[in-house]
T-cell receptor
Framework: NAGVTQTPKFQVLKTGQSMTLQCAQD?????MYWYRQDPGMGLRLIYY???????DKGEVPNGYNVSRLNKREFSLRLESAAPSQTSVYFC????????????FGPGTRLLVL | AQSVAQPEDQVNVAEGNPLTVKCTYSVSGNPYLFWYVQYPNRGLQFLLKYITGDNLVKGSYGFEAEFNKSQTSFHLKKPSALVSDSALYFC???????????FGAGTILRVKS
């Protein structure tokens, strides 16, 4: 049981390049989330998916797209990276039972030059 | 809209002394409140939550939190701090749609021996 996994762990991009961040969970959770973490700002929600086939915008969706490929996988795509997207990106999934807890992946550190 | 405030950027405490990390919240309706901890270069780990019931919630690693409805606070506490408790702590409140979490900016806890 690996929990939530993310790839890659670290990536350097040039402005204008594109890339996809991968996330997978093996806990059979319906809900999955993408956050970005910036110093002094906590974590901010980019997109979330309440179930397979559905996605919704969070607080800071501009410049990103997501795909809920299946129940396990939820990817985040940067079509044209900008320096403002330099951040640490976390994927999470949530238990729907009374525990309500979100489980986080180890993060992807992205540097856009 | 839900919001969380962590008024202290950093808390310093000596090993063996009690610690408190403060959190206040703003939410319509009954709050679902969480504390997460982040160790360097790691994802967030769930510590504890308040959904309903007793105002004093016990969690992992000897931490507890006290829910105070009148003061809209959910402070994290531990009777005796350890050096290994040094980390970044986040308070979060669950939004009403999609189980989204709204995070505070985080508080760095430094425990010195």
């Amino acid at each position: 049981n690996a929990g939530v996994t993310q790839t890659p762990k670290f990536q350097v991009l040039k402005t204008g390049q594109s890339m996809t961040l991968q996330c997978a969970q093996d806990m059979n959770h319906n809900s999955m989330y993408w956050y970005r973490q910036d110093p002094g700002m906590g974590l901010r929600l980019i997109y979330y998916s309440a179930s397979e086939g559905t996605t919704d915008k969070g607080e800071v969706p501009n410049g990103y797209n997501v795909s809920r490929l299946n129940k396990r996988e939820f990817s985040l795509r940067l079509e044209s990276a900008a320096p403002s997207q330099t951040s640490v990106y976390f994927c999470a999934s949530r238990a729907e039972d009374t525990k309500e807890t979100q489980y986080f992946g180890p993060g992807t550190r992205l540097l856009v030059l | 809209a839900q919001s969380v405030a962590q008024p202290e950027d950093q808390v310093n405490v000596a090993e063996g002394n009690p610690l408190t990390v403060k959190c206040t919240y703003s939410v319509s309706g009954n709050p679902y409140l969480f504390w997460y901890v982040q160790y360097p270069n790691r994802g967030l780990q769930f510590l504890l939550k308040y959904i309903t019931g007793d105002n004093l919630v016990k969690g992992s690693y000897g931490f507890e939190a006290e829910f105070n409805k009148s003061q809209t606070s959910f402070h994290l506490k531990k009777p005796s701090a350890l050096v290994s408790d040094s980390a970044l702590y986040f308070c979060a409140v669950r939004g009403h749609v999609g189980g989204k979490l709204v995070f505070g900016a985080g508080t760095i806890l430094r425990v010195k021996s």
